[in-house]
């Protein structure tokens, strides 16, 4: 692919093969992880920022116009993809310090919660473990005990596809139960 007139000029992705567009994964993955890297300063979210920019690339190809060079582009896409996730980091770190010094007011589970509502509120966690896709479900499950890479042994699975199910996971039970997902985060395993 290198030297490719793909990955000069204006294109469209829908032009390339899946051999191409392979090796413009192949090329680009690592440079295009160290850049994001750079940004996020964490090197597993650099990893799906990039592996999640691959996917919309070639899920959405037909609608990818590259007036550039490809690499121009990607590192543009990774580049605000960072910014955002640094923006969602910042959001969600300030929702967890101010869940943790939270009153059981404002849902947060204490001792002077009634039976009845911690009763109900473990019932709507495990509906809600319930009603993930089954291999989400696995991978959750098998986190709250284990690492990422032990979880990925006994799965037969990637690192990367254990924290890409994580992440789902934590983002339904953060919509779900908001309340949960700091409790949740002291007990999974890296």
Not at 36 to 46: E, N
Not at 128 to 149: C, G, H, W
């Amino acid at each position: 692919m290198k030297g490719s007139n793909h990955t000069d000029g204006q294109f469209t992705l829908s032009t390339l093969t899946i051999q191409e567009f392979e090796s413009l994964f192949h090329e680009y993955y690592q440079w295009l992880c160290l850049q994001t890297f750079k940004i996020a300063d964490d090197w597993h979210a650099s990893e799906d920022i990039v592996q999640e920019f691959f996917t919309k690339c070639w899920h959405n190809r037909s609608a990818i116009v590259i007036k550039e060079s490809w690499k121009a582009f990607a590192l543009r896409s990774v580049k605000n993809a960072a910014l955002n996730y640094l923006k969602k980091e910042d959001v969600r770190n300030k929702h967890e310090t101010a869940a943790l010094s939270a009153g059981p007011e404002e849902g947060v589970i204490s001792p002077d919660i009634p039976a009845d509502s911690a009763d109900e509120k473990y019932l709507r966690l495990l509906k809600a473990i319930d009603n993930m896709p089954e291999q989400r479900k696995k991978v959750f499950l098998l986190s709250l005990d284990k690492t990422y890479a032990e979880t990925a042994n006994e799965l037969n699975i990637s690192i990367n596809t254990v924290k890409m199910h994580l992440k789902l996971a934590y983002n339904e039970l953060r919509t779900m139960l908001p309340w949960l997902i700091i409790f949740l985060k002291l007990f999974i395993k890296k």
